[in-house]
């Protein structure tokens, strides 16, 4: 915000203050006017790097051209209709996405946000199995619907009463923090069957499902280690349980694959898409085999909603995988990913306070800690870098979770250029510089 900001201005978080609900944390202090490839600016007219891709989901940049034209032609010729109506664009965004995804990931229902794509997967999980428990990590975030909040472990579990009867968490496999070690290293093997030797002890015989995100994004960008996923697939199958996997984040290509699942050859029982598929705009996805649905539908499943099938998202989603595919946006991902993990691994050199850098294609962390021979978090710290890198004009997000340090979750969209890498790695070099 400006020194002596304008009467508009004063009017404006007057209004704010007055008429808004707060949802979480606090709102920036400032006015966001408009938003252009990876930049976003103020009232002002200040350039702000954005390297969370908005809520991570704008892989595209902000104001595609391409994307713009979409939604005005079909806001203006074919934007929503009754639910039970279909349109090209939803049945083409089907058969493309079961193009994109090895076989098993056969039928998709199209709906608008990530917890409503966890929320109806879960269901179908609980129809299918006709069990209940559903298992997720303990750092987990799959959204603020009753089914996916239960789900949800990293935040916002107190104070709203019961969650789902069955909701139960192992840990997510921490490499920088090991819990389990075997000869010096990170034992995840051992960490994962103790976790299921007490789930199974706390199952009351109805395993449904297990949820998790392949990269867990909002639990300080863990990435699950090569081999995991496999593992926790035989666990699920030993046990009856399907798996869902929610790449809200992961999916259409940030990786550096279109799907963070390809690189561990597991294909999930049921996959959720969302935020990266609309490259910002509302658009979610669940995905599941044939048997899974023909069975679910046979039992009546039901999850109707105002916007499911909606043509204008669903024809955006199609632009999305077409841009992508055709501008070899993965392949970049994993290049600029490249280019940005190597800057970010200097940084840690040049300042002990940078703990960790992990994470995959473009979806890094870094972890900031006191230093990193005690790893003790340092959460004024993290903050004080968050507001310097926002003053130079880099948005940068970061989350604090207990027995962590605060991960900073560095994600600019997929067509972001050198430059603004290399832009974005000095910025958070003069941040950390300043305040460390
Ligand atoms: C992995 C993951 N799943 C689900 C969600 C929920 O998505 P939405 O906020 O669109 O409901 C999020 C949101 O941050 C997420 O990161």
Redesign the pocket.
Known sequence: MTQNPPQADVQFWKNATDHLIRYGGKFEPMVIERAKGSFVYDADGKAILDFTSG??SSILGHGHPEIAAVVADYAANLDHLFSGMLSRPVVGLATRLAEITPAGLDRTMLLS??????EAAIKMAKLFTGKFEIVSFAQS?????GG?ASATYSAGRKGYGPAAVGSFAIPAPNAFRPQFERNGAFDWRAELDYAFDLIDRQSSGNLAAFIA?PIL??GGVLDLPVGYLAALKEKCDARGMLLIL????TGIGRTGLMFAFERDGVVPDIL?L??TLGAGL?L?AVMTSVAIEETCHARGFLFYTTHVSDPLPAAVGLKVLEIVTRDGLVERARVAGQRLEAGLNTLKQHFDCVGDVRGRGLLLGMEIVNNRSDKQAAPELGAAITRECMALGLSMNIVQLPGMGGVFRIAPPMTVSDDEIDLGLELMETAIARVA
Not at 141 to 145: A, F, I, L, R, V
Not at 246 to 249: H, I, K, S
Request: proline share 4%.
């Open positions: 809520q991570m946000t990530g917890a409503e794509a966890n975030w799959h959204g603020m619907t996916a995100e994004s909002s929610d790449e809200a984040q959720t969302s935020k509302p979610a």
